[in-house]
């Protein structure tokens, strides 16, 4: 009976989870094949893999600019977000005022604010200052739209450390950069780390500013892939290819910070 | 020594505060001033104090002027003219009503969809661990790649997954875009965020009391009893926070329609957010456009009120 039952939900369990992620698969499969074969009818689902498609996607030295955007602009947000977030989080975690859980609950709201709100003065502020189309402006509009789950995230994860610790530093005469270095920095690389991978994901998928924000020039991905949705030209093979190196990466590093990604999205409000 | 113990208690939670007291810290540095916690906070405060505040006044000044990207010159003082216009609008009405569909559906898809695919990977069972990160998947994908590849690979009418599933039942295929342009873009929208209810729900039955569930099981609950009583309550609080958070996101869902239907065909895939963008960067209609903003972040501060409220409870 057991056995059955375990049976059974095995059967369910794996069976919804390939329903939910069918387009997935079906996406790497279509990645390797020929044109023809992406649009057969019926759809092959054996067929002879070719790299066919990465190599045209690859050759197009358009595709390849806007990886290094994607890349630059995520990775460069990640870091200034750091930068500014760090010290804000450390001031927070280890010098407590009254007032520091209002600056908190005032930085989530912050995020609350719909992006199209937005949207118009900063295209127009990007307009007038001549940065329409740049990776400066997307790397700024990034860094901003995830400063507050930068803190929050760090905040947290400073706050589990016990403040025996700093004391014993301080006692042996450490600095504030030293106390921050050599103690923070290694019993907080777990928080910092999971920090800068959400924040990588969130810039890398970001959509609603690079598509508004930018084109040719500064495009990332997100809007590469985007350029596909003409209805003229099947070229499904292309799209896959393209779309599986643009989300293969982040994916995987979805996979790791999955847990922190509960806690930085939810601003910890699940555990 | 006095220097440092009248001045570090201020930085310190309540608790540590009295320990000062009684047991005095054997710091030696120079007790740290107010000005090095401002100092390392300010530049986090500042930066989004002006992304806050410098939009939103513009956003407010913009609404009461008569501004067209593509003729520029005077910006005439119009007073509540803007508003008027995104509220006659005649797209305005459906947009509304688009995007509270859209809201309510992928939140009720993902919610229901969510508790049920977490209870059935809560158990043990053979590959869970990989099932957990393939549910996991879709939510990594950028919108843009998710919608297009609903779009052509599933959706399309003639070469289409679904289609081709349809045609193998004996049924016609369904052209979704078109005929159905709401319903594809919650399904699409629904598919991205679906894992991200479940991941929370995961998580949370992760706490749930193992001894109680099978307390009650002794005194013969049945499956059904045990969720009503012991799970679903259990679940309420990431209920609340992926209904609040699914608000404030999908108030604003724009790649997918961007890159799909358009908004269209005519208005019926159009939500607020796409309306804004249509106003702003096709009519160039500043002044429009920003009237709809502040008409969408009201909609979302009515979320974001609730949400701040339960985060708030859960800081101290």
Known sequence: MKALALAVRTFFAWGITLLVVFPLIWLALTAFKTELQAIAVPPQLFFTPTLESFIEVNSRSDYLHHAWNSILTSVASTIVGLAIAAPAAYSMAFFRTKRTRDILMWMLSTKMMPAVGALVPVYVMAQTAGLLDTRFALIVVFTLSNLPIMVWMLYSGFKEIPPDILEAARMDGASVWGEFWNVIRPLALGTLASTALLCLVLSWNEAFWSLNLSSAKAGTLATLIASYSSPEGLFWAKLSAASLLAIAPIVVVGWFSQKQLVQGLTFGAVK | ?316
């Not at chain 2, 081709?164 to 049924?171: D, I, K, L, P, S």
């Not at chain 2, 598919?191 to 039955?205: E, G, N, V, Y």
């Not at chain 2, 009583?229 to 209920?239: N, Q, S, Y």
Request: proline share 7%; hydrophobic share 55%; aromatic share 12%.
């Open chain 2, 1 to 316: 020594m006095s220097l440092a113990r009248s001045v570090r208690p201020r930085f310190l939670p309540q608790e540590q505060a009295d320990d000062v007291d009684a047991a005095p810290p054997a710091a030696v540095r120079a007790a740290p001033s107010r000005f090095l916690p401002r100092a390392l906070m300010a530049p986090a405060v500042i930066t989004l104090f002006l992304w806050m505040i410098v939009p939103l006044a513009m956003t407010l000044y913009f609404s009461t002027v008569h501004y067209n990207l593509m003729q520029p010159g005077e910006k005439t003082f119009l007073g509540l003219e803007n508003f008027e216009f995104f509220v006659t609008d005649p797209d305005f009405g459906p947009s509304v009503w688009n995007t509270v569909v859209l809201l309510g559906s992928v939140i009720a898809i993902t919610v229901v969809g969510g508790i049920g695919l977490a209870l059935l990977v809560d158990a043990p069972f053979p590959g869970r661990g990989i099932v957990r990160v393939l549910l996991i998947s879709p939510f990594f994908v950028m919108p843009t790649a998710n919608a297009l590849l609903w779009k052509h690979m599933m959706m399309n009418p003639i070469y289409g997954v679904l289609a081709q599933v349809w045609g193998f039942f004996g049924a016609t295929p369904v052209d979704w875009l078109t005929n159905h342009p709401l319903f594809s873009v919650i399904v699409i929208v629904a598919w991205q965020w679906l894992p991200f209810a479940c991941l929370i729900f995961i998580t949370s039955l992760q706490s749930l009391d193992r001894d109680q569930m099978e307390a009650a099981g002794m005194d013969g609950a049945n499956p059904l009893q045990k969720f009503w009583h012991l799970t679903l309550p259990h679940l309420g609080r990431p209920i609340a926070v992926v209904v609040m958070i699914e608000m404030i996101f999908l108030l604003s869902v724009f790649a997918e329609i961007f890159t799909t239907t358009g908004g269209g065909p005519g208005n019926e895939s159009t939500n607020v957010a796409f309306l804004i963008f249509k106003q702003a960067l096709m009519n160039f209609d500043v002044g429009v456009a920003s009237a709809g903003a502040l008409f969408a972040v009201v909609l979302a501060n009515i979320a974001a009120v609730f949400l701040i409220r339960l985060v708030g409870k859960n800081l101290d």
